[in-house]
């Protein structure tokens, strides 16, 4: 029981971290990014990668975040004249021919069979010390990129991306460059989910192409809808929910005796019904975003 709640704290705080990148270009920014899982599968096979090489864990990490910093500023330069739509369906693209190469690229990325054997970062220091030092580890690392991204979304940059949002024609009129915004946004938002997956592919000592499935970025783009777009609290809200729900149901499968398959099902079910109800009665999710009106 105790080594269950602390992988599911441990997985909680990464998912964080990636819905906070998430946040950051849809929440303040309204970019619909729909491929934003692969900055993550980046940072994983970044991590496997230098690993394999026999590079520092530091330096892995440090190479899948600039990794995705550079597709983040390629995307956001993607289709000048798309429309927000047709640019969140050029993202999606973007992740799944990405998740293609990883499938088939067997010299690089183990083909479908992904690189393993990527060690924990606190192997040595033994059971269950090195699974608390891993879940502090994210957690100050979840910690401080949410006061990072507080104050980035209550300070000037966070107020042109607000106005590049809401009002874009007036944003340029003010003197702002929206592609830079954009692209800063993006890359912001990447270097974060790069980390958290690099986190993720230590924790799981694997690294794999399931790991970009589209599946994974609208889990988080669910995490943002219940929590709520733009305000970091609600992220973390919406990423604690479903987590929890994620967590309840192998409790419920062996109380009550149900096969893997409708546990699968009844996890699904319950994340869906709790974004319906969200959407139905607190569409702007649990802790909406605040702005200030001018009268």
């Not at 924790?203 to 809808?225: I, Q």
Request: glycine share 14%; aromatic share 10%; net charge positive.
């Amino acid at each position: 029981m105790f080594d269950f709640f602390i992988s599911t704290l441990t997985v909680a705080g990464i998912y964080g971290l990636m819905a906070l990148g998430l946040n950051v270009q849809a929440g303040v920014s309204g970019l619909l990014n729909f491929g934003h899982i692969a900055f993550a599968g980046i940072g994983a096979y970044a991590t496997g990668i230098a690993v394999q090489a026999g590079w520092h864990p530091v330096a892995g990490a440090a190479c899948g975040v600039l990794v995705a910093m550079a597709l983040g500023w390629c995307v956001a330069r993607l289709g000048r004249q798309l429309g927000s739509d047709y640019w969140g369906i050029a993202t999606l693209a973007i992740a799944e021919i990405l998740r293609t190469v990883a499938t088939n690229e067997d010299w690089l990325t183990g083909g479908a069979n992904g690189i393993a054997g990527i060690p924990s970062l606190f192997d040595g220091l033994g059971r269950p010390w090195s699974a608390l030092a891993f879940l502090a580890l994210v957690l100050l690392a979840l910690g401080a990129f949410a006061l990072l991204a507080s104050r980035l979304a209550s300070g000037r940059f966070g107020r042109a991306l607000r106005l590049m949002r809401e009002e874009p024609q007036l944003a340029i009129c003010m003197g702002y460059d929206l592609r830079q915004l954009k692209s800063h946004a993006i890359m912001a938002g990447a270097a974060v989910t790069a980390l958290g997956g690099s986190l993720y592919a230590h924790y799981m000592s694997f690294a794999g192409p399931d790991y970009m499935m589209a599946a994974e970025t609208f889990l988080l783009w669910t995490m943002l809808m219940i929590g709520g777009l733009g305000n970091t609290a609600g992220v973390l809200t919406g990423v604690v929910l479903v987590q929890a729900a994620y967590a309840l149901v192998p409790f419920a499968k062996d109380h009550f005796h149900f096969s893997s398959d409708l546990a699968g099902a009844l996890r699904l079910g319950l994340i869906g019904a709790i974004l319906l109800a969200c959407l139905l009665w607190r569409s702007q999710g649990l802790i909406p975003e605040k702005l200030r009106r001018i009268p």
